[in-house]
């Protein structure tokens, strides 16, 4: 068994692939439009789908937002310097919504950043 992907409801898909193209440096894999259903569903990640994990992006063509709920928790990424990968994407344009430095009671660096949609993401240093 393998993980396979993350899906994420999107209110607009090309400020969505924006960001995490051009801000955390992701690759476009693939995208399809359904028009019967009204929907699109765009997949990107740093390798192939048949190697690593990644993300489905999910945009409902009638929904322009949502309600991330008190479950979700967030997406993490693994980056060598969570300081640098901050200063990254505040130059991008990006939304850093906790400075990077040690988590509380522990050592590893880790900081939070945020997509247009409101979702969080945790770089991890390593």
């Not at 993490?76 to 310097?81: F, H, Q």
């Not at 919504?97 to 660096?109: D, F, I, L, Q």
Request: charged content about 25%; overall charge negative.
């Amino acid at each position: 068994m393998r993980l396979l992907h993350t899906m994420l409801r999107v209110g607009n898909l090309e400020r969505s692939l924006a960001f995490y193209q051009e801000v955390l440096d992701m690759k476009l894999l693939r995208r399809q439009d359904y028009p019967d259903g009204r929907f699109t569903l765009a997949f990107v990640g740093y390798g192939a789908e048949e190697e690593q994990t990644v993300l489905e992006l999910t945009h409902n063509w009638d929904t322009e937002s949502y309600e991330l709920g008190n479950g979700y928790g967030h997406i993490a990424i693994e980056v060598p310097d969570a300081y640098a990968a901050c200063d990254m994407v505040r130059a991008k344009g990006g939304k850093v919504s906790r400075e990077a430095g040690p988590m509380k009671h522990g050592t590893t660096v880790i900081a939070f950043v945020e997509d247009p949609d409101g979702y969080k993401i945790e770089f991890i240093q390593r």
